[in-house]
């Protein structure tokens, strides 16, 4: 009897395991997020997307999730659309708290390929770039993914040039000057 055909049955289960489970495991959930615009005046409204999207093309994600916090400076005035969270994502729940500056979003299913989107509308309070950063997106079946980050730039309006002003002096020069020439004139028409 041979003793090494026990043993490479069993290395090649081990290595059997081994690769099922690696051709098995999932790519993170990937997140992005803008502003639109993304350069506002103080208490300019923007419009944050924040995408999520499932890079596996043939197995769905579950239990996808990520929140939301503006930094100060930005504050937060409500939700104006978006598909996670909805019916597109098998369902999940969505929640705001403006007075807390925070959303979060889950969806139960996020197919393979899909994405979704999660638009709010905010508003830029203090002159200056700011960062805001997402929590990493997560799911139950793949391991977490980054955080994503937008820049919500706010900017002083630009004050027009000043229109140049004459003083008083040069004024009375001017008016003297063009009497001057008004006079000349009319000596030349005269001889």
């Known amino acids: 009897m ?4 026990p043993r490479l049955a069993v290395t090649a289960l081990f290595f059997s395991a081994l690769f099922a489970a690696t051709a098995s495991a999932q790519v993170a959930p990937v997140i992005a997020k803008s502003f639109n ?4 005046a103080p208490n300019g409204n923007s419009i944050a997307t924040i995408t999520v999207t ?3 093309v043939a197995v769905a ?10 930094p100060a400076g ?10 996670c969270s909805t019916l597109a994502t098998g369902g999940g729940m969505f929640s705001i708290n403006p007075g807390a500056e925070t959303f979060s979003s889950r969806s139960n299913v996020l197919a393979g390929g899909q994405s979704c989107t999660i638009t709010v509308s905010v508003r830029g309070t203090v002159i200056g770039a700011h960062v805001n950063t997402t929590s ?5 079946n793949a391991p977490p993914g980054a955080a994503a980050s937008g820049t919500l730039t706010v900017m002083a309006a630009s004050v027009p040039a000043p229109v140049p002003t004459l003083s008083e002096w ?3 020069f001017l008016a003297a000057a063009l009497a001057m020439a008004g006079a000349l004139r ?4 005269a001889a």
């Open 61 to 70: 994600l579950n239990d996808v999730q990520f929140s939301d916090t503006m």
């Open 170 to 172: 040069m004024v009375m």
């Open 74 to 83: 930005i504050d937060l005035i409500t939700q104006t659309g978006g598909t």
């Open 186 to 189: 009319l000596r030349a028409y």
């Open 136 to 140: 990493p997106v997560t799911s139950s």
């Open 37 to 40: 615009p993304s350069v506002v």
């Open 2 to 5: 041979n003793h090494q055909s």
């Open 54 to 56: 499932n890079p596996n």
